[in-house]
């Protein structure tokens, strides 16, 4: 049988939790895949590298791949249709998104920009963009903190990288280029770490389980006097 001293430490852990998730939100940008990698170490990641995908497979709006579900917006030229599974710029798998472009090209132009929305709420996600060099900034956007990355120097082969880290989970994300004249892309991959199934509840029914059964004692010890 538990002491009433280990389930008062099962209420103040349930506690401890409870305010865990009450901390005012902070994120933190990264800008070089190798310091992200370092940040997020011990977390498991899903990665997206469209290799489940074909060349020229179309990624329509509001359309879930992977688990990942697109929203594409047009910059100021129009073009863009969509997405599409494309084999024409490099990347990891062989395969990256591109930008559906009324004309037949297929990456995203300028000013061009897409929704993420994950599967449940994640924790940590980072981006790599295919670019050309000194071709302006590249960005990701959440609700929970931004980050820009500038295109003079390369995090990994042609490819710049933006990613994010937060203690408030977030649903989504918007990734897009800054520079309309110069700032076309394709996406060779997408990274992502879900927000693991909270102990809250169950730390915090032990919790009460533990207080009722000393109350229950407490009970019985006052009938018996």
Known sequence: ?????????????????????????????YTSSSA??????????SIEQYGSGSAGQLVANGETLDGLTYQFVAGPSGDLQGGIITSEFDSFSGLSLGGNQSD???FFFGGDSFTVTFPKPIKAVGVFFNVNQNSGNYDVDSSAGDASTASGTYDTSTFVFDGIVSNSP???????????????FNIPEIEYASVPEPLTLSIFGAALVGAAAVARRRRKANKAV
């Open 1 to 29: 049988m538990r002491s009433p001293a280990l389930l008062a430490a099962a209420g103040l852990a349930a506690i401890a939790v409870v305010d865990s998730f009450s901390q005012p939100a902070a994120a933190t940008s």
């Open 36 to 45: 992200f990698d370092a940040a997020t170490a011990g977390d498991s990641f």
């Open 104 to 106: 037949g090209l297929q």
């Open 170 to 184: 977030f649903a989504s994300i918007t990734v897009s280029s800054e520079d309309l004249a110069l700032g076309s």
